[in-house]
């Protein structure tokens, strides 16, 4: 089976622009998630689809960032002005039920210049 | 609140010699546990997992890791690392009562020289 894909795998933006990152979930995959990781801290949650809604996003940082997963297949995530401190590595992964694994994408790795 | 505590940022190790990842965590329900391993430029992959059961478990590539709940540790052991198992690992909780996300440690680079 296809794994869980990225897009893009590198994005080099200017502070004030705007990025929409894409992913999309192993087929079957009710449950998406996307994380990321900055500055090689910890990888943290940011929110939780079930379907297309959005299940959890307590993880969001600020309203700069929104998230989107209509239909219930793949997910976009936007960073609407993206800051300096928004660069890292943005994690989506997907699973089909409780207690399995969660499979994850390559990444996305943003940097705001 | 859930946590994850990995004290070490790089472990090097010998080709051969054990290996010793350390974890530990913090949740206030009953811990569901993950390994996770990061090589160059790619995704997360799987290793294992505690859910219930057996406080060993046996994972992918010949990693095991042990529940240790007194110690509140979940540390992941290989009895004889390769120069293939160079690569960062990550160990992660989450709370089996409550919620689906998963919180990470910050992560152990593995260097394991020939």
């Known amino acids: 089976e296809a794994g869980v894909t990225q897009f893009p795998s590198h994005s080099v933006i200017e502070k004030g622009q705007t990025v929409t990152l894409r992913c999309d979930p192993i087929?079957?995959?009710?449950?998406l998630y996307w994380y990321r990781r900055v500055m090689g801290k910890e990888i943290k949650f940011l929110l939780h689809?079930?379907?297309?809604?959005?299940?959890?996003e307590s993880g969001m940082p600020n309203n700069r960032f929104l998230a989107e997963r209509t239909g219930g297949t793949y997910s976009t995530l936007k960073v609407q002005p993206a800051e300096l401190e928004d660069s890292g590595v943005y994690f989506c992964?997907?699973?089909?039920?409780?207690?399995?694994?969660?499979?994850f994408g390559n990444g996305t790795r943003l940097t705001v210049t | 609140a859930q946590s994850v505590a990995q004290p070490e940022d790089q472990v090097n190790v010998a080709e051969g010699n054990p290996l010793t990842v350390k974890c530990t965590y913090s949740?206030?329900?009953?811990?569901?546990l993950f390994w996770y391993v990061q090589y160059p430029n790619r995704g997360l992959q799987f290793l294992l997992k505690y859910i219930t059961g057996d406080n060993l478990v046996k994972g992918s590539y010949g990693f095991e890791a042990e529940f240790n709940k007194s110690q509140t540790s979940f540390h992941l052991k290989k009895p004889s690392a390769l120069v293939s198992d160079s690569a960062l690992y990550f160990c992660?909780?989450?709370?089996?009562?409550?919620?689906?996300?998963?919180?990470f440690g910050g992560g152990t680079r593995v260097l394991v020289k020939p």
């Open positions: 992660a909780v989450r709370d089996g009562a409550a919620g689906n996300k998963l919180t």
């Open positions: 087929s079957g995959h009710d449950n």
């Open positions: 949740v206030s329900g009953n811990p569901y």
């Open positions: 689809f079930v379907k297309e809604s959005k299940q959890d």
């Open positions: 992964a997907s699973r089909m039920v409780d207690n399995s694994p969660l499979h």
